[in-house]
C-alpha cells in the first residue's frame, strides 16, 4: 500500500492522528470495490442556489454543500469528513487526503460531487473571495486543477469547462478527457468576439450546449466535438 496522499500541506501535529483514524476507512474501501454510487452529483443550479443564497462566504457555501452530500446513502465510500481533514477514498489504496487551512485565505477544500460513470470526484477550493475546483480520477488517484466547474457528458468519457469573465479568465471553452497522467484538454474553442460569460451543458455524449451572455443579449449554440471550429489539442 502507498502512503497517505496529501494534496494540501499537512499539519505534522495531525499526522499520527489522520493515520490511525484513515487506517480502517482505507481497510473499508479495499474490501468494497470500486464501489460507484449514485446520487452524489454535483449540485444542479437550483441546489447550489439553495443552499448557498445566505451564506456569508464561498467556504460556508462549500461546507453547506458537503454537508448535504455526505448525508446521502453510500456517501462515505467516496469522501469523509474529520474536521479539518477530507478524505477521498481511493479503491485498492490509501485515502487522498485534503487539509483546510485557518485563516481567509485558506485554501478551503469541500466535497463538491462524485460522477460514478467517470469514478471522478469533484471538489471545491476556496482560496478567500477565488473560487476553484478541482477533479480527482479515483482509477489512478490524480488531481488536476481546473479553471471552472467541470460538466460531465453522460458516459462519463468527457466533460467540458466554460471559463469566461472580464479579467482573469481563459475566455475559452475546453473538452477534457482521462490519461493516465490525470485530466488534460483535448479540445479547445475560443469565440471570435469576446462573450461576458458562458455555460455549458451536454445535449448528447458528443453535442454541448452552450448558453452566452453578451452585454444585454443572450443567445444558445450548439457544438459538436466534430465540428471543425474546435483547436485540436490531443487526438
Not at 102 to 130: N, Q, W
Not at 205 to 211: A, E, G, M, S
Request: net charge neutral; glycine share 6%; proline share 7%.
Amino acid at each position: 500500500m502507498r502512503p497517505l496522499h496529501f494534496f494540501l500541506p499537512f499539519t505534522p501535529a495531525f499526522a499520527l492522528a489522520c493515520a490511525l483514524a484513515l487506517a480502517l476507512a482505507a481497510t473499508t474501501v479495499r474490501a468494497q470495490g470500486a464501489e460507484r454510487p449514485t446520487g452524489l452529483e454535483p449540485p444542479t443550479t437550483a441546489q447550489f442556489a439553495r443552499l448557498c443564497t445566505n451564506t456569508s462566504d464561498l467556504v460556508e457555501c462549500g461546507k453547506k454543500i458537503e454537508a448535504d452530500l455526505l448525508k446521502r446513502p453510500r456517501a462515505n465510500a467516496i469522501a469523509r469528513r474529520d474536521g479539518r481533514l477530507l478524505a477521498v477514498m481511493i479503491p485498492g489504496d490509501a485515502p487522498y487526503i485534503f487539509e483546510d487551512q485557518p485563516g481567509e485565505a485558506g485554501p478551503d477544500t469541500s466535497f463538491y460531487g462524485y460522477i460514478p460513470t467517470a469514478d471522478a470526484v469533484v471538489l471545491y477550493r476556496a482560496r478567500g473571495e477565488k473560487l476553484e475546483f478541482l477533479v480527482l480520477d479515483r482509477a489512478t488517484g490524480s488531481v488536476t486543477e481546473l479553471p471552472n466547474e467541470p460538466k460531465f457528458n453522460w458516459d462519463g468519457r468527457y466533460f467540458a469547462t466554460a471559463d469566461f469573465c472580464k479579467d482573469g479568465c481563459e475566455n475559452r471553452i475546453a473538452v477534457w478527457r482521462f490519461e493516465r497522467r490525470g485530466a488534460v484538454r483535448e479540445r479547445v474553442f475560443t469565440p471570435r468576439t469576446a462573450w461576458d460569460d458562458a455555460e455549458v451543458s451536454w445535449g448528447s455524449n458528443t453535442r454541448l450546449i452552450v448558453d452566452i451572455t453578451e452585454g444585454k443579449r443572450s443567445s444558445a449554440i450548439n457544438l459538436e466535438l466534430n465540428d471543425p471550429r474546435w483547436t485540436i489539442l490531443l487526438p
